[in-house]
């Protein structure tokens, strides 16, 4: 049976067990108030830039995968 703190939880971000999570938590968040409090975005902005960021990515790294691996 899978033990819930064998994976990475909640608390061990916050207590900063894992800091590469830590830091690519805080950065992001920074980077986020950055853009929508200092910038003056909304944030329904910047979620449509995620969002079409992931979509665009997907869709090339699909094609690509599929011309090398055809």
């Keep these: 049976m899978h033990h819930p703190d064998d994976a990475y939880s909640m608390k061990d971000v916050i207590m900063w067990r894992r800091k590469p999570m830590s830091v690519g938590v805080l950065t992001t968040m920074t980077m986020l108030w950055v853009v929508i409090e200092i910038y003056g975005y909304n ?3 910047v979620a449509s830039w995620i969002a079409i960021f992931l979509v665009s990515t997907l ?4 094609n690509i995968y599929r011309l090398i691996y055809k």
């Design 59 to 62: 869709f090339t790294w699909a």
């Design 43 to 45: 944030f329904i902005t």
